[in-house]
């Protein structure tokens, strides 16, 4: 922990001479990388740094932000007097009055679990990698494009406040993307390594420096090649279980994005959309099965989205969003929380020194259940397995979707038979969780996350996770691509 930047941090908070009730100091220094290869070739390898300040103040109850990446005395104290300047004009159109118990002091740290830091392979070693890896992918002469992609992230964030708030926080995230591309006339495939962008943790080389490396490479490779002979996807209804990396999109987008306070209130209406979760749903609305337990769970080792603190420096505990297929919590600030009088979840997050924190979500995960994956196959006559997210479509209610994925077979009398490409299914939110009919055990439970999750005005991407075994969802339909 850097004792030296909290020191000078707190020197800084103590030079701000401003009127307020509150005012807290978030310092963020982030180092990422993006290096790729194109079949075989080099095509990115970039090193991007960012550092400032975010200035943030309760005056007349009402929240300002001021931020700056001059990191002396006189910077630090003009962006406190903009953020001074812009809470008291705000504050005669609040719609709420924020008090400093949306602000309660912490004092804590958190870093990323690593087993093998970043720099134990250079760029240069790394790019040689990636090269192999695409050269590996080519199982074949009907794969026309390969690709691989590592990208890294180091992030320490600082946060002091004037009721005695002291966190540091050192996030190390690294995304992996291995992909094929595969065609024979007119009919081309995709397949990545479990969806694109979706091996996210928190740690260093050993997320990348696997033992199951070059197998699953392979894998990908051939399941392109395989997918081109494969038969279209039939269209019925009929049971469709999910494995852990498609529930990644299917809990994203159907259960943390409508959960969000912000939504719920409109405040996101403008932009990223609403929510068909009313308030008044918050320990009433049946929102899926009794199956279905979803917990925000920012404890979770290696999961992209871990951490101990939100950045308003809320302390981040594990809780129950749904449970036995109830709504109880939002994901929402305090200050939401405080708007809504609902219990809701430390998840006020932002994507860099520059942007204020708002509602997000972060680690949201289906728990697991007592099934195998064996038993839930072998209890189903006539259904579909899919793997990996292709594309999305969802309204801005987050009630009404269609997902596509990449790769799936068929289930006919207990057992996976046929492969089948271009599979797809759609339904309605609370009546798809409401199927949930068979939910995997530990055994079959996997982390996956994504690092591009758009939100807000001026827009945020921020990083999440999301764990979840194997599920079974019964009456269910399903199309093919043509």
């Known amino acids: ?246 529930l990644l999109l299917q809990i994203h987008e159907s259960v943390g994005h409508p959960l969000e306070l912000d939504r719920i209130l409109g405040d996101e209406r403008n932009y990223a959309g609403g929510s068909f979760v009313q308030p008044s749903d918050f320990g009433n609305l049946v929102y899926g099965s009794p199956l279905m337990n979803i917990t925000f769970d920012p404890t979770v080792a290696g999961e992209f989205a871990s951490y101990s603190f939100d950045d308003t420096g809320a302390s981040a505990t594990r809780e129950y969003i749904i449970r036995d297929g109830i709504l109880e919590r939002g994901l929402g600030s305090l200050e939401s ?20 924190p708002i509602d997000r979500m972060a680690n949201i995960n289906l728990e697991p259940g007592e099934h195998s994956f064996d038993e839930i196959i072998g209890g189903i006559e006539r259904g579909i397995y899919m793997e990996s997210n292709r594309s999305w479509s969802i309204d801005d209610r987050r009630h009404k979707f269609q997902f596509s994925c990449e790769y799936a077979k068929l289930i006919e009398n207990g057992k996976l038979t046929q492969t089948v490409r271009n599979p797809n299914y759609r339904g309605i939110t609370p009546q798809f969780w409401g199927n949930l009919d068979r939910v995997g055990n530990t055994n079959t439970w996997e982390m996956y996350g994504s690092p591009f999750c758009g939100k807000g005005e001026p827009n945020q991407i921020v990083w999440v996770g999301h764990g979840a075994p194997v599920a079974a969802f019964t009456n269910i339909e399903i199309f093919g691509g043509d």
């Open 1 to 246: 922990m850097s004792t030296a930047t909290i020191s000078q941090l707190s020197d800084l908070l103590q030079s701000i001479d401003l009127p307020v009730e509150w005012l807290g100091l978030r310092k963020v220094r982030e180092v990422s990388t993006g290096r790729s290869a194109r079949d075989g070739m080099p095509q990115s390898n970039s090193t991007t740094i960012s550092e400032g300040v975010m200035v943030e103040v309760l005056v007349d109850g009402q929240i300002g932000y001021g931020a700056t990446n001059i990191l002396t005395p006189t910077g630090v104290r003009s962006a406190a007097q903009a953020a001074f300047d812009r809470a008291r004009t705000a504050s005669k159109y609040r719609i709420y009055t924020v008090t400093t118990a949306q602000r309660p002091k912490v004092v804590g740290q958190y870093v990323s679990p690593t087993v093998q830091p970043f720099n134990t392979l250079s760029p240069g070693d790394i790019s040689e990698q990636l090269s192999k890896i695409c050269h590996t992918l080519k199982v074949s002469d009907k794969i026309v494009q390969t690709s691989a992609t590592i990208i890294t992230r180091q992030i320490e964030s600082w946060f002091v406040s004037s009721n005695g708030s002291d966190v540091y926080q050192k996030f190390l995230l690294m995304t992996t993307d291995y992909a094929a591309t595969a065609q024979d006339g007119a009919i081309i495939q995709h397949r990545s390594d479990r969806g694109g962008l979706a091996r996210c943790y928190q740690g260093g080389m050993e997320y990348f420096l696997t033992p199951d490396l070059w197998a699953r490479v392979r894998q990908v490779g051939e399941q392109a090649v395989e997918l081109l002979a494969a038969m279209e996807c039939p269209t019925e209804t009929t049971t469709l279980v999910l494995a852990p990396d498609q």
């Open 337 to 356: 929380q405080a708007r809504l009088d609902l219990p809701g979840v430390a998840c006020s997050r932002a994507c860099s020194w520059n942007r204020p």
